[in-house]
């Protein structure tokens, strides 16, 4: 399956009246983070394909509908029908979740660093306590599916990892433990502006494929892609 990933920046390659043909073999999307939320609905209005979504430490007017658990309740779709809420449709947060969609499994953790005391950012310790919430899904999953997920999408970076560091764009310990223990095939983030589009963005780390996926990336899951970590750790 080939999955059109973005984060952090509309791209005028997508945001483009050619998406329909250019993106035609696209069967999911997928959102790191810091995109409002009606470039994504024109994702899933164009593409006509699931798009799941955490949000970063930007554009979080609708963080709260989201993470108080609304989003697609009984009483939701009452409230956009009195014009309550102008909240976005069709879009699958994935943040604290595990998803599925289709074959495969994916689970969600936004936020970045915490450097500001805003919306979404974490120290390591609480986003090591996010992940120890979500182990009952994950063991389930491996009991069930006999994997515990395929797909780590983050809004940052794992520490030392195509990480910069600055407090607000430093990765976390925390996803390195989570791919040594639970070994996703892909760990998508973005978050790191790659202002040189030409600079490394896919690493290597025990059995997972790291991508960032600033602006936008094509990920083919048929395509097994293997680089030397510490030939990029020397490029970032």
């Known amino acids: 399956m080939k999955i059109l990933c973005v984060a952090?920046?509309?791209?005028?390659?997508?945001?483009?009246?050619?998406?329909?043909?250019?993106?035609?073999?696209?069967?999911?999307?997928?959102?790191?983070?810091d995109l409002p939320?009606?470039?994504l609905e024109f994702i899933v209005s164009s593409l006509n394909v699931p798009l799941h979504f955490v949000f970063g430490n930007h554009n979080l007017d609708e963080y709260d509908y989201?993470?108080?658990?609304?989003?697609?309740?009984?009483?939701?779709?009452?409230?956009?029908q009195r014009g309550e809420h102008n909240f976005s449709s069709g879009l699958i947060h994935a943040g604290n979740h595990l998803r599925r969609e289709g074959q495969l499994l994916i689970m969600g953790l936004g936020g970045s660093m915490r450097y500001n005391k805003s919306e979404n950012q974490?120290?390591?310790?609480?986003?090591?306590?996010?992940?120890?919430?979500?182990?009952p899904h994950l063991f389930w999953n491996k009991l069930i599916?006999?994997?515990?997920?395929?797909?780590?999408?983050?809004?940052?970076?794992?520490?030392?990892?195509?990480?910069?560091?600055?407090?607000?764009?430093?990765?976390?310990?925390?996803?390195?433990?989570?791919?040594?223990?639970?070994?996703?095939k892909y760990l998508l983030h973005?978050?790191?502006?790659?202002?040189?589009?030409?600079?490394?963005?896919?690493h290597k780390y025990c059995e997972t494929t790291i991508i960032n996926v600033y602006s936008h990336y094509i990920v083919d899951t048929d395509t097994t892609i293997t680089v030397n970590i510490e030939e990029n750790k020397n490029n970032v």
């Open 145 to 184: 599916h006999k994997r515990y997920v395929d797909i780590l999408l983050t809004h940052a970076a794992p520490a030392g990892i195509g990480d910069l560091s600055d407090p607000c764009h430093k990765g976390f310990k925390a996803f390195l433990w989570f791919m040594e223990k639970f070994k996703p």
């Open 122 to 135: 974490y120290t390591e310790f609480q986003m090591y306590w996010r992940i120890i919430k979500l182990l």
């Open 37 to 39: 939320m009606d470039y």
């Open 8 to 33: 952090d920046m509309i791209d005028p390659l997508v945001y483009s009246d050619q998406i329909k043909t250019r993106y035609a073999d696209v069967g999911l999307a997928l959102s790191a983070g």
């Open 190 to 202: 973005g978050h790191i502006h790659l202002y040189d589009m030409s600079a490394p963005r896919v």
């Open 66 to 80: 989201y993470i108080s658990g609304r989003a697609g309740s009984s009483n939701d779709m009452m409230e956009r």
